[in-house]
């Protein structure tokens, strides 16, 4: 659609989590590890990008729901299963820097804005 822009919107209480409805995202292949940090009670993404580690906010596709499995807070990916804290992750994506104006206005705990951005996950991307 002309002139559509991208939309983040928060769901779930713990963990809460960022979603996009993006239909198309631009495409590499992101990987890191799930993390969860207690005092936003949200999941953030660790890893390595060209040699320097960093720590961003996932936002998840569309149809992404948080979980919580035995004392660990995850997600549930349609068509791939769930994702729980500590697990790692690889799936297609792009990095959004932590002052994107596509991120402006999210209402997430403040704690939960990663140093190092964002992760924009796409759909059926999700790999083992």
């Known amino acids: 659609m002309p002139g559509r822009t991208e939309k983040l919107s928060t769901i779930g209480t713990d963990p809460?989590?960022?979603v996009h409805d993006m239909s198309v995202a631009p495409g590499m292949i992101v990987k890191g590890r799930l993390g969860y940090l207690r005092d936003g009670k949200c999941l953030v993404v660790q890893g390595e990008?060209?040699?320097?580690?960093?720590?961003?906010?996932?936002?998840w596709?569309?149809?992404v729901?948080?979980?919580?499995?035995?004392?660990?807070?995850?997600v549930k990916v349609p068509g791939f299963g769930v994702i729980s804290e500590g697990d790692s992750i690889v799936a297609g994506g792009n990095f959004w820097g932590?002052?994107?104006?596509r991120a402006k206005?999210?209402?997430?705990?403040?704690?939960c804005l990663a140093q190092d951005g964002f992760i924009v996950f796409n759909a059926d991307s999700f790999e083992s």
Not at 49 to 59: I, Q, V
Request: proline share 8%; glycine share 16%; charged share 30%.
């Open 49 to 59: 990008r060209a040699g320097e580690k960093f720590t961003a906010s996932p936002a």
């Open 16 to 18: 809460q989590i960022i």
């Open 98 to 101: 932590v002052g994107d104006t």
């Open 61 to 63: 596709p569309k149809g």
């Open 105 to 111: 206005g999210v209402e997430i705990d403040a704690r």
């Open 65 to 74: 729901e948080p979980v919580l499995t035995g004392d660990k807070r995850g």
